[in-house]
């Protein structure tokens, strides 16, 4: 692969077609937090995932983006059940896990795998590349045709790697190289759906291309289903065939690529995209530069959660809650959460801020 930036179009199944792998509906996950030094008592909750919908097909590829903090990475920590949800459901394969027990979980472990966003962290520095790879088929009781040494070479061969390597341990490759080795890990036990938590943000840009071309064709190849997710839009773009908006712990636009990165009716999503740094040196799109902070999850605004930053903010954005509906104009299943949508266009330029 070359090490340019250049990343190939997906073409995986289209949306819509039969019932959903994933189905997750109002989704909530609140952190606790405490005060006291002996008698520990509740005295709010982190609202980091707040009523989320969301559905991925099989084979598909959806990403998930927003700023730091929005509640991606515990969105899809949810998915995986490494966290337990607060409230809403979360069904797999039509089977529902919100609360399933680690052993009803057992038989669906090996069909939904995480790439953790970290390559450094997120491999055992006191083991091998291959008892690293290894350890989910052997904790699954997996032994595959020439045994559980041969899978794993064919593995690393696989994402790109040496199978000679097997031996040797993570702080001897490079930050891709690390990552090659943790979607080895994630492929080993034949997955049906892959969370990956912001799997190239820790990497070099001349090394992130490789690994989501690699992550690309492993999904055209094994028809892996994908829930990405990303702050780099343009990666997001390349990769994923629909795309789903983040915002304080609630979805505020979800859509297919083309009308979601051509025709935003949100104004986060238009903050996001007139951010998307061009090539182009005559380029003159409106930058729309949002004033404040994120608001804390702590205690988050009333209503709509953006009309703090919102420059179309009105009196109506503070009482009550926009929906996520389709709204006039729009292609089936382009989604948002707006009173006030902007114009589906990128090129629409916000107006004066009203006060609220």
């Known amino acids: 692969m070359s090490n340019e930036l250049t990343l190939q179009k997906p073409s995986g199944a ?34 980091a995932v707040d009523g989320v919908d969301l559905e991925v097909f099989g084979s598909e590829s959806v ?43 057992a038989p669906i472990r090996s069909e939904i795998q995480m790439i953790f966003q970290d390559p450094y962290s997120s491999l055992n520095p006191r083991h091998t590349v291959g008892a690293i790879i290894g350890a989910p088929m052997e904790i699954n009781g997996i032994n595959p045709k020439g045994g559980v040494q041969r899978r794993v070479q064919e593995l690393l061969e696989t994402v790109g790697l040496n199978p000679e390597h097997y031996n040797r341990f993570p702080h001897e490759f490079s930050g891709g190289q690390r990552q090659r080795i943790g979607v080895a890990r994630a492929l080993s036990l034949n997955p049906k759906l892959i969370v990956a938590d912001e799997p190239v943000s820790a990497l070099d840009v001349s090394i992130q291309a490789q690994v989501v071309n690699l992550l690309q ?52 999503t238009h903050a ?13 799109r ?24 919102c420059w179309k903010a009105q009196e109506k954005c503070s009482v009550e809650e926009p929906p996520l509906v389709q709204l006039s104009g729009n292609v089936a299943g382009h989604l948002t959460a707006c009173h006030f949508p902007e114009e589906g266009s990128t090129a629409a330029v916000p107006e004066p801020r009203a006060e609220v």
């Open 63 to 105: 990403g998930l983006v927003g700023e730091s903090g929005c509640g991606k990475s515990t969105l899809g920590r949810l998915v995986t059940r490494l966290l337990e949800p607060t409230g809403g459901e979360i069904r797999y394969n039509g089977q529902d896990i919100t609360h399933a027990s680690r052993k009803e979980l």
């Open 286 to 309: 409106e930058r729309i530069r949002l004033t404040g902070d994120v608001p804390s999850p702590l205690n988050p605004p009333s209503g709509c959660r953006f009309r703090t930053r």
């Open 272 to 284: 996001l995209l007139s951010a998307v740094p061009e090539a182009d040196p005559d380029d003159n």
């Open 14 to 47: 289209a949306a819509g077609s039969g019932a959903p792998l994933l189905s997750i509906k109002g989704v909530e996950k609140h952190f606790p937090v405490l005060d006291g030094f002996l008698f520990k008592r509740q005295v709010g909750a982190v609202h």
């Open 217 to 268: 064709e492993l999904q055209r190849e094994l028809g892996i289903a994908f829930l990405f997710i990303a702050h780099d839009l343009s990666v997001v773009r390349h990769f994923s065939q629909r795309v789903a908006v983040m915002y304080l712990g609630k979805i505020v636009e979800i859509a297919d690529r083309k009308s979601l990165y051509e025709a935003p009716r949100h104004p986060y």
